[in-house]
């Protein structure tokens, strides 16, 4: 476009000089007028044209800059979906394949679970599941051949590595291990259990005699403390608590004959304190204020007979409490030495409500001569 105008621009100028040479001295002054401005109109134009009309080249260089712009861009997204997939292949992990031998001889029973964790990092083998019973565990891997290894370890050690043959035979090795596991959980907690009631037992403060007695002084705290007393008489059995002042603080027991119980009372100050014993025969009684490690849970129902303190674990709250006693004398229930639950005389069947502001463990004392129960939903 911009070739044209320029052809007709020369052609123009050589015209109009041609025009003016032969002809001018010819015409009238009317002519040469006309003449004249059809001469700068074809100059105006073509002047116009060659300012304002882009060059061919000028469109070539932008087109030429938007097509680099646009490849340079579909460069960077294709360099940039490259980059993402090395970065995922990056991070898929590699893992290797083993036969059911070359799995068995790299976990071997009895290599603790440190061991056992490195060389399943080391070896880059693939975990088909991992069953968590903490702090024992259960992993189990598929093999080239398509058997499964099973490996079985407790807190700090391998205990067995099992090939099962299909998926079938793998539920029921693992059902048989995590019922093997739980009664192992239940046997630990049952020793762990009594080792706590035999340490508990064995703080506690241990007093005997025979007949009427005077204990020595025993140095008590504020708050509650625990009695347990045996008695083989056959006459008044009666103990009183007192205070290094020779001041009664509570009358603990009073019945005639053999007695086995045990007792709370609240301690007002702390100090040096004693018991006062009236008894026909032999005794024993053991003093504590610490509370047992094992306790009873809520909702449920304790069972006892006579006198007895029970630790009840009470979450915090509204609770209705159902009483039942088959004895011939007091009924009298006690918690923390501070709430009367029940105060009766023989048979009794009834329920309360009863608010316990904080969650913990709460003693019940009770004080009966039959059958009694407890129960708190």
Known sequence: MYGIFMVLLVLGMIISGLFIVRFHKRMDWQK???????????????????????KKDTFTVNESKVSEETTSEEDSKKEEVTSSDEVKKDKEPIYKEYSTEEIKSLFITGMSTKEFDDKKEESK??????????????????????????????????IKVETLNNQELLGNFIKDEENRMNEEKRIANEEANKQLKELYESKKNKMEGSGDSVTNKMQLNSGLVFFDFNNTGSRNFIVHLKDSSGNTIELLVNTIGNYSGKVSTAIPVSGEYYLEVKSSSNWNATVTQET??????????????????????????????KLKHTGSRNFIIKVNDQNLLVNKIGTYEGSSSQVFKNSGMYSFAVKADGDWSITIE
């Open 292 to 321: 047992p490690p094992v306790s009873e849970k809520v909702p449920g129902t304790i069972n006892g007979h006579g006198d007895d303190v029970v630790f009840i674990d009470v979450p915090s709250g509204n609770h209705i409490v």
């Open 32 to 54: 040469r007028m006309k003449a004249i401005v059809a001469c700068l109109g074809c100059f105006s134009v073509a002047f116009i044209c060659i300012v304002f009309v882009p």
């Open 125 to 158: 083998i693939k975990v088909r599941n991992y069953n968590n019973y903490n702090p024992a565990g259960l992993y189990t891997f598929d093999t080239k051949e398509g058997q499964i290894v099973a490996v079985v370890l407790n807190a700090k050690e391998v």
